[in-house]
């Protein structure tokens, strides 16, 4: 048996998500030969939030005029995307304030619901202008906009990625203004985290057993993200590697549904034993 020992070095740069080890010279494997898994480490630096998941926007209407969000690439929790949120209703003066402007006033809100495992999106009505002079409402100097004649609240539109992060199906909400608050509790369990295990595939491996054919590796993300992932391996399982001349060995690393990766942290250590019948280099 033979070890290979992957790293960051030979990482393909901007693939994100692909390492390739040349062998010396070219080998070519005969039936019977095998590969497997002896060691593994690498860091979680998977984002959840993504322009390529296409779940990083959110549409907000205001009294009838459309302010589109978008997310920069990164991992958000729930109370991130609200702050997010209510950073953009800021910037665009889509506010109150309150108590000599000590405190600000957001009429849209994303939060946690733990005991009902759930995300709470909430809308709160803009009040009329009587009504807000009578709580001492003052809007910020950057807003553009006029209280309605009656109140309202705001509407948030979503796709269905964006809507698997907070537990909704895609929509408007609510689908017309209302005179009143209103509660969205999520009606599907949010995937906070899109990706919860790796699935390595090596170019080594055809199988007549798996789709694709070249898998032979998975990895739990069972560590938060920045923390480093191990796998505890007791025995090495071996994957048939195809009789055929080689010149390289390619890990390519996908999510459990095989969609590719991007991995922000590079830093790999994948130990690889080959088990040879009658290896042959030419």
Not at 41 to 70: H, P
Not at 105 to 129: C, K, M, Q
Request: with cysteine; charged share 10%.
């Amino acid at each position: 048996m033979k070890t290979i020992v992957i790293n960051s070095s030979n990482y393909i740069q901007n693939s994100g998500n692909k390492y390739v080890y040349n062998f010396p010279q070219t080998v070519r494997f005969e039936v019977g030969s095998g590969i497997g898994v002896s060691n593994i480490s690498l860091y979680n630096s998977i984002q959840n939030i993504t322009e390529k998941r296409q779940n990083n926007k959110v549409t907000l209407n205001w009294l009838g005029t459309n302010y589109a969000f978008i997310l920069d690439d990164g991992y958000y929790s729930v109370s991130d995307i609200n702050y997010f949120i209510q950073s953009q209703c800021i910037k665009n003066g889509l506010y109150v304030t309150a108590n000599s402007g000590l405190d600000n006033i957001y009429f849209v809100e994303l939060a946690i619901n733990s005991i009902r495992y759930s995300t709470s999106l909430n809308l709160y009505a803009i009040p009329t202008e009587s009504s807000a002079i009578s709580q001492g409402y003052v809007k910020p100097s950057n807003a553009t906009w006029s209280y309605p004649s009656t109140a309202e609240t705001p509407t948030l539109k979503f796709e269905q990625p964006f809507g698997n992060i907070i537990g909704q199906t895609f929509g408007t909400y609510p689908s017309s203004p209302s005179s009143s608050n209103i509660q969205f509790l999520s009606t599907q369990t949010p995937v906070l985290s899109p990706v919860d295990s790796l699935i390595l595939c090596c170019n080594l491996i055809s199988s007549n057993y798996s789709i694709p054919s070249n898998v032979f590796f998975t990895v739990p993300l069972s560590s938060s993200l920045g923390t480093l992932i191990t796998v505890p391996i007791s025995s090495v399982i071996f994957n048939d590697i195809q009789p055929q001349h080689f010149s390289t060995l390619e890990i390519t690393i996908f999510d459990q549904l095989f969609n590719p990766v991007i991995l922000l942290d590079k830093e790999l250590t994948l130990t690889l034993v080959i088990q040879e019948k009658n290896k042959m280099f030419i």
